[in-house]
């Protein structure tokens, strides 16, 4: 389903948990900052309104959006957190290259979650033009971050049901 024809706010099929004790980590790539730090703020905001205190949520940045997955592994194995959104934005170019840096990263936060311990969420936004990506980052899709908020929080709270 294209962005254009959802809202994660159609999505809601169950209310949004109360976070207020989970632990969310947040791995953002420097490249394409002027998207990432959108992004970035839209998932921090999101936390905060459903109870996440900003001492809760650890903030790590990596050069690039293939660097995720590392720094995303690491936040998991070592930043006693419950969750980690790893975010990114990949802007197709005249190479190849952005077929590889996708598939690299999807494939890898894929491997972490189907691995791991705590839940991994796939904040890359891959879009054809920066126009597009201004569009999921605050623009007038609305800002994806504040998706992944919603996501993280789902997820640590299916995994705490789950536990239970």
Avoid at 45 to 69: A, C, D, M, N, Y
Avoid at 118 to 123: K, L
Avoid at 134 to 142: C, F, I, M, T, Y
Wanted: charged letters at 20%.
């Amino acid at each position: 389903m294209s962005t254009q024809n959802f809202s994660y706010l159609d999505a809601q099929v169950t209310p949004i948990p109360d976070a207020t004790d989970m632990r969310i980590g947040i791995v953002v790539s420097e490249w394409n900052n002027h998207i990432t730090d959108k992004l970035l703020e839209g998932a921090v905001q999101t936390l905060q309104e459903h109870g996440v205190g900003l001492p809760k949520i650890t903030i790590k940045r990596v050069p690039g959006s293939f660097e995720l997955i590392y720094g995303a592994a690491q936040l998991a194995k070592h930043g006693h957190v419950n969750a980690v959104i790893a975010i990114g934005c990949v802007v197709r170019g005249d190479t190849p290259h952005f077929d590889y840096i996708c598939e690299g990263v999807t494939r890898g936060l894929a491997d972490l979650n189907a691995n791991g311990s705590i839940p991994v969420i796939f904040g890359l936004i891959t879009t054809n033009t920066q126009e597009q990506a201004e569009e999921r980052a605050g623009g007038k899709l609305g800002n994806k971050g504040c998706e992944f908020a919603v996501t993280a929080i789902k997820m640590v709270d299916y995994a705490w049901q789950l536990q239970k």
